[in-house]
């Protein structure tokens, strides 16, 4: 039986770095010095005027190709997770194919917010599990949230950033005991109303109207429960494990959504594993939603950190709420 295998890992950062301080001067008060105790974001990338999530998308796809050894015309499908689509319609995904010359993949987006990305991985790994005709697959998280930030609002606008991460996923024999392992997607739909960018669509459609009540950004409406992730990551973690017959031990790399470093030491704590098992990016990135996961990978691997047969767990959380893990062996 065929299996899905992490072939190649790439991201992209705007160049545009915008410090701390930028938000205390932005701001008018002291919010560096709880970025820093709190969250460990120093600074963070953020698109330039002309820049967009397909830009940004398009460069990590290029590298991710190269790294693979294939061309684009290689590539069976695209799936592109975001929740900053270049356009409400067509997908971002398209844009992308034509873009990289992809003439003979099929595209489609995924929108399950900061999840979007754990979420594709799984749809890719599945298509090459369950159809001989997808090899290659490129699987990527593009976030350029920069772009529905109200710079009035300190709660959303100085953790939120942008960047892209991808993967190509090759198909390989399952004798090899690498690639695509388990999976699980959950949703906490209760939740829908508490965070979002809920004005450009059906409910709240375009008008000026809604633009000068900032109803096309991102809103944080209610706080959520600080144990609500490491609650749930954690005990993704364990199902994973049960399901594929290890323990957290034995687990070499957990790549965590981005979102507040705490959540994710907890998270080990709960599982009873090193800090050092969780590669962190926010502080050099901040919060990359979608992107972050596949962007925290590929700097593991760019530092040699990843080896082969290293089994990684990959456990993703967004608005919706929505949830995925997946565990690979490299």
Known sequence: MRNAVIASVSAYAPE???????????????????????????????????????????????LALERAGINAEALDLIVLATDTPEYVSPSTAAVLQH???????????????????VTALDIGAKYIRADENYRHIL?????AMSKYLNLEDKKTV???????????????????????????????????????????????????????????????????????????WADMAQTL????????GDVQHFFITQININSIRETLDRLGVPH?????????????????????????????RVRAGDLCFFIGSGGGLAFASAAFRI
């Open 241 to 248: 494990c049960r399901r594929i017959g290890v323990a957290p």
């Open 16 to 62: 545009q770095r915008i410090s701390n301080q930028y938000f205390n001067e932005l701001l008018g008060e002291d919010v560096d010095t709880w970025l820093r105790e709190n969250v460990q974001i120093f600074e963070r990338r953020w698109c330039g005027p002309d820049e967009s999530t397909a830009d940004l998308c398009e460069q990590a796809a290029r």
């Open 99 to 117: 873009r990289i010359g992809a003439r003979r993949a099929g595209t489609f987006d995924v929108n399950t917010a900061c999840a979007g990305f």
């Open 158 to 232: 100085t953790l939120f950033a942008d960047g892209a991460g991808a993967v190509v996923l090759r198909a390989e024999n399952e004798d090899d005991h690498r690639g695509y392992l388990a999976s699980e997607l959950r949703s906490k739909g209760e939740y829908n109303s508490w965070m979002g960018i809920y004005g450009g669509g059906t409910k709240q459609p375009a008008s000026p109207e809604l633009l000068s009540r900032h109803g096309h950004q991102l809103q944080f409406v209610r706080k959520f429960p600080p144990e609500l992730n490491p609650e749930t």
């Open 276 to 304: 050092d098992r969780a590669t962190t990016i926010m502080h050099s990135y901040g919060y990359t939603g979608s992107a972050c996961i596949p962007m925290a990978l590929n700097e593991a691997w760019e530092q040699g």
């Open 139 to 143: 699987v990527l998280g593009g976030y």
